[in-house]
């Protein structure tokens, strides 16, 4: 970078990400200027992606503790106990700027990170979902080929490894046309005693290097790219983004799987942002000891790698573990028969020092506090925005002006790319390995995987933008209700929840309230629903120089089945069977994707959220499912009651029959709140009365090939499932 | 009866076909670099992207230290089944005709479909009925089936075309919708889609399990001769 004459000028931290600030406290700290290897690995473990100096402290507000919890925050990922002597192990992590500037390869690596975060704590991956959001593809040549690309690479990971990829969401919207959003979750299970933490410890153990060797690839990804806004020139960026190979990190996850199956690790970690300086200070900081490393050892793909460029490549698939002598051996071989390279490249000192030696010769030499511990954590300066928010300008043109009839508007809506069928997304992702998914996409709200006794997972992700603009605190505890809702209607218990905080710039004070807010709402909601945060990762920076992403918090949440083969399904079943409508429900077309199709930037008030109530109805939809009294159960979310209807029928290839409360906006949006069940006439009946007072209306049955909606829409279920089944088909 | 499942490095669904292999037999995993078929009665070359589907899919996995004695087997008469990656590796090794191009949308495509049992007098679909449907699931994004068009008609005339798409559910291209072909003595057989992946309606469907059970009756039948 230093090649441009320009850049010249300005001073080697500055070109690296850190302020004049942080400079003079490193100064302070160290009672000296670092050199170039160690101002190279101070930037990245100084910069937000690493040390989320922005967002720690309000990261501290969310709730961490839970009966089933077996691994919090701090961990490579979090994990719950899900019976039978199993751990399940779960994380979701942002790869958004790296796919903003090479959607295949970024969105690739991103699956490829998170994959590595599990198995670094002793899991086998057993599913991937994303998150993904885009500009408009209507309007927009740039979003078609990120998400065509971004989903091929998704896939081309995912598929190659044999982690299937199970569920995920994707939505479109104007201030995500130059910064999009890639974010991956994985989950993993473990017998709960192979679970391995990643501190350091023992003096004299070796420090051995797993996987593929070390390029110049990646390098200040965790600076330059996660922890800065997008702007002009970002294709000069894109030798910042790694290249993913999926075959080298399959070996390397049964290489791993099996060490740790022969007990011969003492610590694993992988090697993700800011590579091998972030994994070692990391371990050694935890286990409060020190090390000394070669970088002469460590095995590259250019032997004239400067020191520097070897400590902070983030070449993919590699880890990092800590071996006891003896043992050293046994490791290697495991290694070899996985063709797997191993390089013991250093040891564990108690010098509380992360020390680096290029031959021999020292080239850095480090307090691992002030690696970990010493960067500024600043204060947030949130502020309300004064006027309305307003969406960034250009592209929200009205697409459905006029007087239309509400069947116009349901086919719109239905094959609106928000909520039409993900089909060309789904069929490119291998859903089925493994031998565990139990429902399809598109059969229910969440993903459901089957154990080995007969119980089952389910796990769903969301998020809404659009409602988080609107009002973030409010925005963000609906995606937490929606998510868990999901789950509900599997008849699935929440145990834990991860998060992916996509946010802009934290400097400013918009999105510092935006930030500050949406936190304060997970942590509401989370609360509320008694289900404790595992985990995560924060995301900011998001913008372009048009603005700021919508403020986007995802959720991702898992639960547990005592039953798998009674998990739910969505669409209705049976001709005959009583529709109720459920829920503490009374929405609103604030921030609606009626809205959207009317071209209105979103704005609230959004309906009022009772927690307390929210967690009575999940309880009662759960019971239902899993008792059987309810043959289907579908959460209303965009679109409302007439698109949710839709979804039922479309799903079933069955019809219904409904009388809606005159009051009830057939398109009113209150994601988390609402359900449409159904299910025998009198089991129905029954059910209802064991939930809260009111909570349940009967509105009509399942019946003929036609959706009837009380005198407001007729049509036929062909007609919307051919409108919901093809919205997305011309963007791929 | 004994299903040996080969395990090559970067195998995705050699777990899945040992699971399905165990409903009706016994089963062991081979692994790749040992010379070993460990008394297997049935070889399964499983899916995934053996080798990273380097250079090409299955043109790797096909030189590896196991495939040397695969061939000798097969050669002797033993059954092999091929699935995906495991029908490509086949093809490669020159056990089955043609070749596996890839899919003409140029995508990886994961759905379920269709097949039509063409011809149930093999030991791979002996338990199926004459023009008996299955539903299994495709999955693979190099898997249209390719023969010059002498040697198609040869292959249909003489019965080693097992199985096809049905009509509208031909995922790939492939010529004549043919989506499984055995050898000439019937005794290898690949096809692209994964009958692993269908042996329980409670993760889909059950269609495949009609092949693990034809192959079962078939071994059975035959140490009872």
């Known amino acids: 970078m230093s090649t441009v004459a320009s850049l010249s000028e300005i001073p080697r931290h500055r070109q690296l990400g850190l302020t004049d600030h942080e400079y003079e406290l490193i100064l302070e700290r160290l009672g000296r200027e670092p050199n170039t290897v160690e101002l ?137 046309e130059q910064n999009c959003l890639v974010n991956a979750m994985c989950l993993g299970i473990a017998p709960r005693e192979r679970l391995i933490r990643s501190a350091a410890a023992g003096p004299g153990n070796l420090v051995v290097l797993l996987g593929a060797l070390t390029g110049r690839d990646g390098i200040g990804g965790a600076s330059v790219l996660a922890s800065a806004e997008l702007g002009e020139g970002d294709e000069a960026k894109r030798p910042s983004v790694q290249i993913g190979d999926p075959f080298a990190e399959k070996k390397l996850l049964e290489c791993c799987l099996e060490l740790l199956d022969r007990g011969l690790l003492v610590a694993l970690q992988d090697l993700g942002a800011a590579g091998l300086t972030s994994s070692v200070s990391e371990m050694v900081s935890k286990g409060g000891v020190g090390v000394e490393l070669n970088v002469s050892r460590v095995p590259v793909r250019d032997s004239a790698m400067e020191p520097f460029e070897i400590m902070v490549s983030e070449s993919q698939e590699r880890m ?181 905080l996509n946010f802009g710039n934290p400097e400013k004070p918009t999105v510092a309230w935006q930030l500050t807010e949406a936190v304060e709402g997970v942590v509401s909601a989370c609360e509320a629903l008694g289900i404790p945060v595992v985990g995560g990762n924060v995301s900011l920076y998001n913008e372009a120089p048009a603005g700021p992403i919508f403020p986007t918090p995802v959720i991702g949440i898992v639960g547990k089945l005592p039953d798998v083969a009674r998990a739910g399904r969505l669409g209705f079943a049976r001709e005959g069977d009583a529709i109720a409508l459920v829920g503490p429900f009374s929405p609103s077309l604030a921030a609606s994707e009626l809205e959207k199709l009317w071209g209105r930037t979103p704005s609230g008030p959004l309906p009022d959220a009772d ?21 289907s159960a579908h959460d209303v979310a965009e679109g409302g009651v007439a698109v949710a209807l839709a979804e039922c029928c479309i799903a079933g290839g069955i019809g219904a029959r409904v009388e809606l409360p005159d009051a009830l906006d057939s398109f009113g949006e209150a994601p988390g709140r609402g359900f449409i069940v159904s299910g025998p006439a009198d089991a129905l009946e029954r059910w209802a009365d064991s939930g809260p007072s009111g909570a349940c209306t009967m509105i009509g049955k399942v019946c003929g090939d036609a959706l009837q909606i009380s005198s407001r829409l007729s049509l036929p279920v062909d007609e919307l499932a051919r409108a919901w089944g093809q919205g997305l088909d011309k963007f791929f | ?82 699935i995906c990656n495991g029908f490509q590796v086949l093809c490669e090794a020159g056990l089955l005709p043609g070749a596996l191009l890839p899919n003409v949308s140029l995508r990886f495509v994961c759905r379920q479909v269709d097949l039509e049992v063409v011809n149930n007098q093999t030991p791979f679909t002996g338990a199926c009925d004459p023009a008996e449907t299955l539903s299994i699931p495709v999955k693979h994004t190099t898997g249209r089936y390719y023969a010059p068009p002498e040697e198609l008609a040869e292959l249909s005339a003489g019965g080693q075309v097992v199985l096809r798409y049905a009509q509208g559910h031909n ?28 042996v329980d309606p409670l993760t889909g469907s059950a269609g495949g399990l009609r092949i693990f059970e034809s192959l079962r009756a078939h071994v059975d039948g035959r140490v009872a001769v």
């Open chain 1, 40 to 176: 190279a690995m101070l930037s990245l473990m100084w910069s937000e992606h690493c040390a989320y100096k922005h967002s720690r402290k309000l990261l501290r507000r969310l709730p961490t503790t839970g009966p089933h919890l077996l691994l919090g925050p701090g961990e490579n990922a979090g994990a719950v106990d899900v019976g039978g002597g199993l751990a399940l192990a779960f994380k979701v992590e942002s790869h958004n700027h790296p796919s903003a500037v090479e959607p295949f390869q970024g969105a690739a690596t991103g699956v490829g990170g998170i994959l590595r975060d599990i198995f670094a704590v002793g899991a086998r991956p057993i599913a991937v979902l994303d998150s993904l959001r885009f500009g408009e593809p209507e309007q927009s040549e740039r979003s078609r080929y990120l998400l065509g690309r971004a989903v091929a690479g998704i896939g081309h990971y995912g598929n190659s490894i044999g982690v299937p990829t199970i569920g995920g969401e994707v939505y479109f919207e104007p201030s995500y």
């Open chain 1, 320 to 500: 990092l573990c800590v071996v006891e002598p003896p043992r050293l051996h046994e490791v290697l071989a495991i290694c070899r028969r996985w063709e797997t390279l191993a390089t013991a490249i250093g040891e564990v000192t108690d010098s509380g020092h992360v020390r680096v030696l290029d031959d021999g010769e020292p080239v850095a030499d480090l307090p691992v506090h002030v690696l970990v511990d010493d960067c500024p954590l600043y204060d947030l300066k949130p502020a309300p925005p004064s006027a309305p928010p307003r969406g960034p300008e250009g592209f929200e043109t009205p697409r459905a002006g006029g007087r239309r009839s509400e069947a116009d508007l349901l086919l719109a809506l239905l094959g609106s790319p928000n909520i039409c069928s993900r089909r060309p997304l789904f069929e490119q992702y291998d859903w089925i390995v493994q031998s565990r998914t139990v429902r399809r996409p598109e059969q229910t709200d969440a993903a459901v995987l089957a154990l080995p006794d007969g119980s089952g997972i389910a796990v769903s992700i969301d998020g809404n933008g659009r409602r988080v603009y609107a009002d973030p605190r409010l925005g963000a505890a609906e995606a937490v209700y929606e998510c868990a809702a999901n789950l509900a209607c599997v008849g699935a218990e929440p145990l834990g929840v991860t998060n992916c």
């Open chain 1, 611 to 631: 927690g307390g109530l929210i967690r009575q109805v999940h309880a009662t939809i759960r019971g239902g499912v899993r008792r059987q009294a309810l043959r």
């Open chain 2, 1 to 82: 009866m004994r299903f040996g499942v080969v395990r090559f490095p970067g195998s995705c669904d050699d777990v899945d076909a040992f699971q399905a292999a165990r409903r009706v037999g016994d089963a062991v995993i081979l692994w790749h670099a040992e010379r070993d078929l460990r008394a297997a009665d049935v070889v399964v070359i499983p899916g995934g992207f053996s080798y990273g589907d380097h250079l090409r899919a299955g043109a790797i996995a096909r030189f590896a230290p196991v495939m040397g004695e695969v061939i000798e087997f097969a050669h002797e008469g033993g059954l092999v089944l091929g």
């Open chain 2, 171 to 198: 995922p790939n291209g492939s010529l004549e919708d043919i989506a499984g072909v055995c050898n000439e003595p019937r005794n290898v057989f690949g096809l692209m889609p994964h009958p692993e992946h269908a």
